[in-house]
């Protein structure tokens, strides 16, 4: 796709051969690109734009690069943001909403995935197909995430546990085993926007376990240990998606030893 819209493009400045082709025409080129910049995607796309002509060098269709002339692309790392402690009130006040038509049961069931997503950390299609085994006698999650294979294993609060165990006894607390475990995590998703609607909080449900990571760093839990508690394979991963909390979480650890000065 690249290669021909690089081939249309060329063709429309009235460039016929390679060896005619420019950084200058490049740039333009790729200014017209739907990418957004400093991400991922536009980084992969210029790779390949640059092994074509690199390419194109080794295999003397051209004399010199036009493509080593290309800017680097820095990717912007997306910081992930949490949910506030106002935020969450508002989430969990809007579950009781008469607005929202649920049964009592419905209600439990959408509050107990809230506060097991926020305190456990887990993503949206680990809780929604939890097994009732996972959560041992000591407020503990002990799992393997669907989505890495990874094992977690994080205790959470007392109330949060008991809440669960309050649910329906099953296999498991959201899901029947017989749905595909997708389709289980999309209805806890439509039960998560409906909430985020009532209580005009712009969301997903991944920023659960943001909060839940943000809110650990923020205590002053090491990386490693957060990293751990998520899954994540590496603490690269853990770092990329958090590196301005652990900065917020050291400002504070600052604060606390500058105050043991006085």
Not at 53 to 73: G, H
Not at 199 to 216: D, I, L, N, W, Y
Request: glycine content about 4%; charged content about 25%; overall charge positive.
């Amino acid at each position: 796709m690249l290669k021909k819209g690089l081939l249309v493009w060329c063709n429309s400045r009235g460039v016929i051969f390679l060896q005619d082709v420019r950084p200058t025409l490049l740039i333009q080129w790729r200014n017209t690109w739907t990418f957004r910049a400093k991400t991922y995607s536009f980084r992969v796309h210029q790779g390949v734009v640059k092994t074509f002509f690199k390419w194109c060098l080794n295999s003397d269709l051209i004399q010199t690069n036009p493509a080593e002339r290309l800017p680097k692309v820095t990717v912007d790392h997306d910081q992930k943001q949490p949910f506030s402690p106002e935020e969450m009130d508002k989430i969990l006040q809007a579950v009781g909403s008469e607005n929202l038509q649920w049964d009592d049961l419905k209600r439990y069931r959408v509050r107990a995935v809230i506060l097991l997503m926020r305190w456990s950390g887990l993503a949206c299609m680990d809780a929604a197909t939890l097994e009732r085994s996972a959560l041992d006698k000591h407020d503990r999650i002990i799992c393997r995430r669907n989505k890495t294979g990874s094992h977690v294993h994080v205790r959470i609060p007392k109330y949060v546990a008991d809440t669960l165990r309050g649910l329906p006894d099953s296999e498991y607390f959201f899901w029947d085993g017989r749905m595909q475990k997708s389709s289980a995590a999309n209805r806890v998703q439509d039960w998560l926007r409906a909430v985020f609607t009532e209580a005009g909080v712009k969301g997903t449900s991944h920023q659960f376990r943001h909060t839940f990571a943000v809110e650990m760093l923020k205590k002053g839990v090491a990386l490693e240990d957060v990293s751990k508690l998520l899954g994540h394979k590496t603490t690269g991963v853990t770092e990329k998606h958090y590196s301005a909390w652990v900065a917020a979480r050291q400002e504070r650890l600052d604060k606390v030893v500058q105050a043991a000065w006085d």
